[in-house]
């Protein structure tokens, strides 16, 4: 069965520092999300893309914050500047029609 | 600003007893809903959906019900097992955007 494919599992980075996290979805899926989960709470969303354009965002998504698709394959969150805060399970997710296929996360840890 | 909530943060059930997870939406506007069940350290993983125009969708042990007018949908699972216990989230679409209630830990006690 197809699935989202996300490394690494786990990135620790220390504060102030660039970190890209990356997510392959399924290849013929169109629309692409990152979520995130900071630990004990809800799972929030980020960001959507389409068409090889942001296509909707959330205010969590600041300008620290970019994606890109740069091959047609990946699908790439960079953070730009991370701080403590920063610190959650983020997920990758893409989908054709109503059903989502999530990846099974990164888990960010900013020390 | 909560669009979907589901306001039981736990529930536990006796192994067989049925299961039944809340979810209370705010959104007129959402056209699809989805219950998505989630393994610790795991991505959500998607269960069932229904369409904001059907009231009922059953898929083996699970059935998800909708009642539009209350703006709210359930989730029944019977007979829960013990490999059930799980955080299920509630979510709904509203164009390409899926936006998750904060979750329900289910317990399934053998």
């Known amino acids: 069965e197809p699935e989202v494919t996300q490394t690494p599992s786990h990135q620790v980075t220390q504060m102030g520092q660039e970190v890209i996290l990356r997510c392959v979805p399924i290849s013929n899926h169109l629309y692409f999300y990152w979520y995130r989960q900071i630990l004990g709470q809800k799972v929030e969303f980020l960001v959507s893309?389409?068409?090889?354009?942001?296509?909707?965002k959330s205010e969590i998504f600041d300008d620290q914050f970019s994606v890109e698709r740069p091959d047609g394959s990946n699908f790439t969150l960079k953070i730009r500047s991370t701080k403590l805060e920063d610190s959650a399970m983020y997920f990758c997710?893409?989908?054709?029609?109503?059903?989502?296929?999530f990846g099974s996360g990164t888990r960010l840890t900013v020390v | 600003d909560q669009q979907v909530k589901q306001n039981s943060p736990s529930l536990s059930v006796q192994e067989g007893r049925i299961s039944i997870l809340n979810c209370d939406y705010t959104n007129s506007m959402f056209d699809y809903f989805l219950w998505y069940k989630k393994y610790p350290a795991e991505g959500p993983t998607f269960l069932i959906s229904?369409?904001?125009?059907?009231d009922k969708n059953e898929d083996g042990r699970f059935t998800v019900f909708l009642n539009k007018s209350a703006k709210h949908l359930s989730l029944h699972i019977v007979p829960s097992q013990p490999g059930d216990s799980a955080v299920y989230f509630c979510a709904a679409t509203c164009y390409d955007k899926v936006i998750f209630g904060p979750g329900t830990s289910l317990s399934v006690i053998p």
């Open positions: 229904i369409s904001s125009i059907k």
């Open positions: 893309f389409y068409n090889n354009e942001i296509s909707e």
């Open positions: 997710a893409s989908n054709l029609a109503a059903s989502y296929t």
